[in-house]
């Protein structure tokens, strides 16, 4: 938190001589108490004693007195803001690998299925593009707010050999970048990449295409899906078929995440992947920025004032 007006914290020392002047004045009260009554015949004059309850109104009175003198800073807080507008490019691996039904029926049907819901709940104005990447990467899907195109897109998806990471990653960039500007300025772009695998095809490998995505601002959000246990068949040179083993490569995923400012995820299942989407739809659909709460801390202490008055006159009959 932020303050434009940091010098007008310095009214916040008028709590602590506020608590201190409280203090004197209970035990002055309680000296002029002991000269006029016998401490012991009190309780058969008094019909009912607030006891420690007596300390919440001006408890409350000062913790508005300390909500009012902040909010003459006028503070500033970094707060998530609902974006009206934004671009997503899907980064889908289609590698052979994702045929492996460790996660059933098959590592790309689970797949297509959580971004099939994932577009069904993001904001219609938001631009979607899509890139798959195997042996090569290619662009399925402009970036474009048809939802309808996008689905399709996702349907049409087929797997392949290899897995060229990295060439993904700077697909969906070129994707992302492509986007014109809107009244001089182009709306904020997401990557999300799902992968089931190490790279073994391209040239550009996955750091490379990540720091151009961090020199673009654009952050990438990596999904590791499938577990180590995944095992796809391949037919070798001479003619035979070999269970391979295909585990995710979390590692490097997490680092490209990390690299551009977006987030990795581990989704060893269905379910998880679900959950994952709909956190990321929640992230891209809202943005940081610093925003002004004075009225905040003005409508705390208001409130703190109303109640330090309300329980006054339930305690004692009248106000603080």
Known sequence: MSFAWPLALLALLAVPFAV???????????RQAALWATPALVPNLVGRRPGRLRHVPPALALLALAALATGLARPHAMLSVDQEQATVVLAMDTSRSMVATDVPPSRLAVAQEAVRRFLE???EDYRVGMVSFAQYAQTVLPATANRVAAQAALRNLRPGDGTAL????AR???VAQRVPAEKGQKPPASILVLSDGAQTQGVLQPLQAAERARKAKIPVYTVAFGTEQGVVEVVDDNGFTQRVTVPPDAPTLRRVAQATGGRFYAAPDGDTLNAVYEELGSRIGSVK???EVTAAFAAAGAFL???AGAVSAFLFGRLP
């Not at 990295?166 to 990653?169: P, R």
Request: net charge negative; glycine share 12%.
């Open 166 to 169: 990295g060439e993904g990653i």
């Open 20 to 30: 201190f002047g409280y203090v004197l004045l209970e035990r002055r009260r309680e």
């Open 289 to 291: 920025e610093e925003r």
């Open 305 to 307: 004032l109303l109640a």
């Open 121 to 123: 709940n993001l904001p």
């Open 172 to 174: 969906a960039l070129q």
